[in-house]
């Protein structure tokens, strides 16, 4: 029975490498503008078969052909925020006490040189 890959645990603050980074940007681009195209397609499509309702439908692509592009150049100028909660556990706060491991049994003794 073959085992499926599983994703390896990150165990580092690294972030992403440069390389996916601008690759997972490219890829974003690419599919907004290619939204756009669609926008610009169906805008033209719907001017040629003088649909009805066109007063809606034209100025709601016009409007996705305007905002689209100006996002694209924003999302695919911007880094990926940074992950500020990598692990899933919580941290033992300061003022809890932490579990023993065996319930019953004393806490060990601290010997001082002081007696």
Known sequence: MKRKATRPILITGAERSQAEQL???QVRYVLMMSI???CLLLAAILVGVKAP???IWLP???LGMVLIP???VILANDRPPREQYR???KPPEADETPQQ???GTPPPRTID???
């Open 23 to 25: 690759r997972s940007r």
């Open 36 to 38: 756009r195209g669609v």
């Open 53 to 55: 309702l066109l007063w």
């Open 60 to 62: 709601l692509c016009l």
């Open 70 to 72: 100006w996002l694209a």
């Open 87 to 89: 692990f899933r556990h």
């Open 101 to 103: 491991a065996l319930p």
């Open 113 to 115: 040189a002081d007696g």
